[in-house]
């Protein structure tokens, strides 16, 4: 392009989850700004991507890697969450079995991701209150025992989209890095997938 | 004394007895892992192994070289019986040669599958071009003819006369109909892919033993009954076609047929659009059927399975294939860290059709089923390999096709298009391309695919924990057959106290992984190790190592000839 303004700093982030919540909804909903009921069921994982602003100018590009839901494509789970700065783990806020999954996905996300990530617990599907099997005190407490942050959105009103991404951009390391240590030489821009520093990667030193 | 050594004094030479025959058998009859993976899935699934019709061999397992022996000289009589067979029908049948000019004929020829043929062959495909559906039709409703044997000499004594067609071996029904295809003949189209897959009516003994009608009443596990109801409005939401609720209820019936019929798969993701696919083009009971073929036959089993065993090495196999085809590009995406995993993962498990539209993926089947197969001959069971190997070849020519304009994009660019891009492809000189280039890709990845297969497991064998003895087992592995890890199976589990990284598999995770190879269970503990490398995760439900020994041992070396099919035989050996 030719007036390269600022360069964008490029995060994957991964969105996880049981089949069914709106993991793929939630993702449209922000990258497109639309809602579609009649969207097919993710195989394997789909990827997409979307640049916010931060309120001071810092330009964030999310690398999305939206995951199937079902069970037995967890097994091929960490090719996406491995190297990914940000998760999002979503639950259906009128599925009780759905929050049990997302639970077990914040487990083995404490266990085996980057222990650096930021990770979103999120309940969607906040427009059928009604329905409603989960209270957001439910959610809310579990997120903090686990250090989390909690929000519910409505992928198809958009309700609490943009701001839960917009949260998980604050949050990211570098970011807070920049931000703290302004004069430090920081490494801004990880690259996607690679970049992340992954624990236990330490040559021969064992 | 290593731990691979054979002990007992004639060891040695029952190595080279087994090396021997193994040797013969995989040249006479390309028996693969695959051959092996559902003949072993039927044992799983409590049932007898599938009798011959569909020209499978029977597994054996033992380390008794006496029944070796034995079922190798069935198999041997069993080849020269064909041998025999075939002969006697050469003869039958008289080489009249085809006039020259014939458009139809011209047609067949560009099609590797027509050119390969005896002429005869092609004598009565083209007579039966014209009427082609009428003459299946009376097929399928008149003939009873229950042996594939008398069925095919009567129908090649009747094409010779080629007046009264109206019994054609599958084989010659097959190239007949792609030639009809061809033509642009459609309607038969679900008919036509039927038979190739031999899952039609009078091809399938299975279709007689098992109700669909039943098995749609039979109960099924909540998780996948919970699931194919969420995934069938997400099937194919671009078309409306998929909306309506017969067309949706159709698919959701099939896929329970499924899941009941294998409920080691149950169902998975994926599934639905193959079976929403197929339902557009024959009846349901038609697709079930179609899709337990898949499954069998074609090596969806390792895909569709609960722990998708077929896909990081189909991953592997792909990428491999990439680098040596298609150099460019694969350095293009290793620069940029794109896997295989970020995109294949779609096309391996609804073969294509999810990122395709319905039309260009009707066409880019009609070539995956029959250009894949087509040295497929009904005596021979050839097809299975061939035809999935066929999906490398498309992969291939797919990304091959879209190179130049992939060089130029970045990660996100060549992310989304292969996603998504495809799906605007769909016109007849795409298909064209695909079908030139694919055959071409074909020809240089078939013979590589066996490779990078064996490659792929030592690989996954070169991280055994016990990596002296895994070197050894890897020479011997990989000369080929499954007989020799026998030999070694009480060395392996001799190998004292399992290390602590063993404890808590899945068992189904093991038995795949080890089936998955094609390998017999007494081998287990090996893949367990090599399937720890694949990152399975352990399991509160899954079996300690002992447990699973354990298990194994109480397996014991069970094997069944299915002496159905060697038709004079009927004498039914089990060995326990």
């Known amino acids: 392009m030719a007036g390269q303004m600022r360069k964008a700093l490029t995060y994957k982030l991964v969105l996880l989850g049981d089949a069914g919540v709106g993991k793929t909804a939630i993702a449209v909903q922000f990258v497109k700004g639309q809602f579609n009921p009649f969207l097919e069921s993710t195989i394997g994982a789909s990827f997409m991507n979307q640049t916010v602003t931060l309120p001071d100018e810092t330009l964030i590009k999310f690398q999305i890697w939206d995951t199937a839901g079902q069970e037995r494509f967890h097994s091929l789970a960490p090719m996406y969450y491995r190297g990914a700065q940000a998760a999002i783990v979503v639950y259906d806020i009128t599925n009780r079995n759905s929050f049990e999954k997302a639970k077990e996905w914040i487990k083995e996300l404490q266990q085996q991701g980057d222990p650096n990530v930021v990770v979103a617990f999120v309940g969607n599907k906040v427009d059928m209150p009604e329905a409603r099997k989960i209270q957001p005190s439910e959610g809310e407490s579990y997120a903090s025992e686990n250090g989390l942050f909690f929000i519910e959105t409505s992928a198809k009103t958009a309700e609490n989209v943009s701001e839960l991404f917009m949260k998980i951009a604050k949050q990211l390391p570098s970011i807070q890095r920049q931000k703290d240590i302004t004069s430090g030489p920081s490494n801004p821009g990880v690259k996607p997938g690679v970049g992340a520093p992954s624990k236990g990667k330490g040559g021969c030193c064992g | 004394m290593s731990p691979v050594a054979l002990s007992g004094s004639n060891r040695k030479e029952e190595l080279d007895w087994f090396r021997t025959d193994s040797e013969f058998l995989e040249e006479q009859c390309p028996l693969q892992s695959t051959h092996f993976l559902y003949l072993c899935h039927y044992q799983r699934a409590k049932r007898k192994i599938l009798p ?33 067979k075939k002969k006697a029908q050469a003869q039958l049948s008289p080489d009249v040669k085809d006039q020259e000019g014939d458009p139809v004929r011209d047609a067949g020829d560009k099609h590797t599958a027509t050119s390969e043929l005896p002429k005869e062959k092609k004598k009565s495909l083209k007579s039966k071009l014209t009427s082609g559906l009428s003459k299946k039709d009376k097929k399928g409703s008149g003939d009873k003819d229950s042996t594939r044997k008398k069925s095919s000499r009567t129908s090649s004594k009747k094409s010779a006369t080629k007046k009264t067609a109206s019994v054609l071996p599958p084989t010659e029904m097959y190239v007949d109909s792609l030639t009809s295809l061809r033509a642009g003949v459609i309607s038969v189209r679900g008919q036509i892919w039927l038979s190739r897959l031999k899952a039609s009516r009078q091809q399938m003994d299975d279709r007689s033993s098992v109700s669909y009608n039943t098995l749609v009443q039979l109960p099924i596990p909540e998780e996948h009954r919970e699931q194919i109801g969420k995934d069938i409005d997400r099937t194919y939401p671009q078309y409306d076609l998929f909306q309506q609720v017969d067309v949706q209820k159709k698919m959701s019936q099939v896929l329970h047929a499924i899941a009941a019929f294998r409920p080691d798969l149950g169902y998975c993701q994926g599934m639905c659009y193959v079976v929403g696919f197929l339902n557009t083009f024959m009846p349901v009971e038609d697709t079930f059927w179609f899709m337990i073929q898949l499954i069998d036959h074609f090596g969806m089993a390792d895909f569709w399975s609960s722990n998708l065993a077929g896909l990081p090495r189909a991953f592997y196999i792909l990428e491999k294939l990439i680098e040596t085809e298609i150099p460019k590009l694969w350095k293009h995406f290793n620069d940029m860290d794109m896997q295989t995993s970020m995109y294949a993962t779609p096309w391996l498990m609804t073969l294509f059709l999810y990122n395709h539209s319905i039309p260009f993926s009707t066409r880019l089947w009609d070539i995956l089923l ?7 001959d009904y005596n021979q069971p050839r097809l299975i390999e061939i035809g999935f190997n066929y999906v490398y070849a498309i992969a291939l020519s797919i990304l091959s096709m879209h190179e130049e304009q992939m060089l130029k994009m970045d990660f996100d660019q060549c992310a989304h298009f292969l996603q998504f891009s495809c799906r605007k492809l769909g016109s007849e000189p795409d298909v064209e391309q695909v079908l030139r280039i694919s055959s071409r890709m074909n020809e240089c990845i078939e013979p590589v695919i066996g490779s990078l297969n064996k490659e792929y497991t030592a690989q996954l064998l070169s991280n055994l924990y016990l990596t002296d003895v895994a070197a050894e087992c890897e020479i011997e592995l990989f000369v080929g057959f499954t007989t020799y890890i026998v030999l070694y199976t009480d060395t392996l589990f001799d190998w004292g106290s399992p290390c602590p990284s063993w404890s808590g598999y899945q068992s189904d995770h093991l038995s795949l992984a080890f089936l998955a190879e094609g390998y017999h269970s007494m081998s287990l503990s090996m893949f367990l190790v090599a399937n720890d490398f694949q990152g399975s995760r352990s399991s509160q439900n899954g079996l300690l190592l002992s447990e699973t020994i354990e298990q194994t041992r109480s397996l014991k070396i069970t094997f069944e000839y299915d002496t159905t099919r060697w038709d004079s035989d009927n004498d039914y050996a089990s060995i326990a």
């Open chain 2, 52 to 84: 011959n019709k569909s020209g499978q061999f029977s597994l054996c397992i033992s380390s008794n070289s006496n029944i070796m022996a034995d079922f190798f000289a069935r198999v041997r009589s069993q080849l020269q019986r064909t041998e025999e």
């Open chain 2, 370 to 376: 029959f250009q894949g197969g087509t040295r497929s």
